[in-house]
Structures are given as structure tokens and as C-alpha cells.
């Protein structure tokens, strides 16, 4: 299994920006599908964005689209989720996930054989 570190939480005001870093380890990152997840108290997890392994294909949830872009280094095996517009439905804690799958995104969690600890997300009003 790929060993995956989130980093880059925080608080921030409603309309402003965070950039959330996963970095991966102990296998060839390129090899994986990646995707970001949250989970906000007393919800379920849910999907936000995942991206090809060659970074050439993306997806991301509706309620994110516009605001959030997912992207990747493979040379330096880390992902990143630049939030802008932030808004207080966005706190939540988010997850980083890899996926070996010969699919191009994946959105459903039980597709990501590994995880991070999760990173904490807050925005204020």
C-alpha cells in the first residue's frame, strides 16, 4: 500500500483560499488514481475531486466545481487541492485516497485502498 500524508488545513475566513498537499510514499505514485474526500460532523464522507495518473483527466463534485482544482507532481509524488471561494460548508476534515484501478477518475470511496490521517478545514462566516 501507498502511505499518504495529508498537509495544509487550517482556518480561514469564507472567501478566502487554502492549498492542501498530500504526499505519497512507499510505492510508485504514478501507478494511482488520487482523489480528495471530507467529512463534515455527522455527515458521511463524501467525494470532492480525483485526478488521472498521468494528471491528464479530471473530476470533481458539483458543489466544488469552479472553485476548487485538483492536481498532481508526479517527479515529487504529491497531490494537491488549491480551495478558493472558501465557504462554511467546506469545513470539514479532508482525506486524501489512492485507487489502482484501470480507470480514468473514480468518486466512490470503497475504489481507494489507501488513505490518509485527514486534514482539518475550517471556514468561518
Known amino acids: 500500500q501507498v502511505q499518504l500524508v495529508e498537509s495544509g488545513g487550517g482556518l480561514v475566513q469564507a472567501g478566502g483560499s487554502l492549498k492542501l498537499s498530500c504526499a505519497a510514499s512507499?510505492?510508485?505514485?504514478?501507478?494511482?488514481?488520487m482523489g480528495w474526500f471530507r467529512q463534515a460532523p455527522g455527515n458521511e464522507r463524501e467525494f470532492v475531486a480525483a485526478i488521472s495518473q498521468d494528471g491528464g483527466t479530471t473530476d470533481c463534485a458539483d458543489s466544488v466545481k469552479g472553485r476548487f482544482t485538483i492536481s498532481r507532481d508526479n517527479a515529487k509524488s504529491t497531490m494537491f487541492l488549491q480551495m478558493n471561494s472558501l465557504k462554511p460548508e467546506d469545513t470539514a476534515i479532508y482525506y486524501c485516497?489512492?485507487?489502482?484501478?484501470?480507470?480514468?477518475?473514480?468518486?466512490?470511496?470503497?475504489?481507494?485502498?489507501?488513505w490518509g490521517q485527514g486534514t482539518q478545514v475550517t471556514v468561518s462566516s
Open positions: 512507499g510505492r510508485t505514485f504514478s501507478n494511482y488514481v
Open positions: 485516497a489512492a485507487a489502482m484501478t484501470f480507470r480514468a477518475v473514480v468518486r466512490t470511496a470503497p475504489n481507494y485502498g489507501s
